[in-house]
């Protein structure tokens, strides 16, 4: 099943797609909730980030080849030392935005890049649970881009400008609630070329245990995101540009880019 958040005409609600079509649910889809009649086409609504997330969490540098690439491309020595252990930390919410979006790079940064990820979308409250138990946990899987300023940013002793940034958290275009999530293909592509791509077979910390690790110190709620990590290299963007993350079987994540 995919659920999208989407507005229409100035009002907004939660959908189930179909084809080209998105049928209104009414209620809470973290809740009761049921299907109506009402439905609109795909291409007259906007898609809008798939929940109103109070926290959104990542894991960094949780694929081998990613750990390769970044050494390569940045500090090897911090990145070997950010590597070593499981590692969460938060993106603000506030840089969230939706398919079709604009990534909007600030003058202040000299280098920014994507990372295509899939991200997992928490349906229930969860604290201290287990790898096992955490799939009960989880509504769903999405798409998003880890925008990431490097370049002078990297020598921030934070990841509040280098992360957080207003636009540099792209998510969509909605939730697939069937998909096996240690099975997917993430797939980045820049101005229509593939750039990357990785498997998530190839985690280090998969996606339950990411649940579990972080519900041991902090509650994770309804609508909370949690990214899982680029699965390869990354490539700068410039204004102008098109990126697109696609994980067959969930959809694709298009935002294109402009300078502020």
């Known amino acids: 099943m995919k659920l999208a958040r989407f507005s229409v005409n100035g009002w907004e609600s939660y959908g189930q797609v179909e084809g080209d079509r998105v049928q209104v649910i009414q209620g809470d889809i973290f809740g009761e909730h049921r299907l109506t009649d ?3 086409p795909l291409e007259r609504v906007r898609l809008l980030p798939p929940t109103r997330a109070n926290t959104f969490w990542a894991i960094g540098l949780n694929y081998a080849a990613h750990v390769a690439h970044q050494e390569h491309a940045l500090d090897a020595e911090r990145i070997r030392r950010d590597s070593s252990a499981f590692r969460p930390w938060q993106k603000g919410t506030n840089c969230i935005i939706g398919h079709n979006d604009y990534i909007v790079l600030p003058p202040e ?12 979308v928490i349906g229930k409250p969860a ?4 790898p096992e138990d955490a799939p009960n946990f989880i509504l769903g899987y999405t798409c998003a881009n880890d925008v990431s300023g490097e370049g002078a940013w990297s020598k921030d002793l934070s990841n509040w400008r280098r992360k957080s940034s ?16 240690h099975n997917l293909e993430i797939i980045t592509r820049l101005n229509g070329r593939e750039h990357d791509r990785g498997s998530t077979s190839g985690m280090t910390y998969n996606c339950y245990a990411i649940v579990s690790g972080i519900s041991q110190f902090a509650t994770l709620r309804p609508g909370d995101l949690v990214l899982t990590g680029a699965p390869g290299s990354v490539e700068q963007l410039h204004p102008g540009d098109v990126v697109e993350i696609e994980i067959p079987g969930i959809g694709t994540l298009r935002n294109p880019v402009r300078g502020e």
């Open 38 to 40: 009402a439905s609109y």
């Open 109 to 120: 940064a000299d280098y920014v890049h994507y990372e295509g990820e899939l991200v997992i």
């Open 127 to 130: 604290r201290r649970v287990t």
């Open 166 to 181: 207003d636009t540099f958290g792209p998510v969509g275009p909605w939730i697939e609630t069937d998909v096996d999530p």
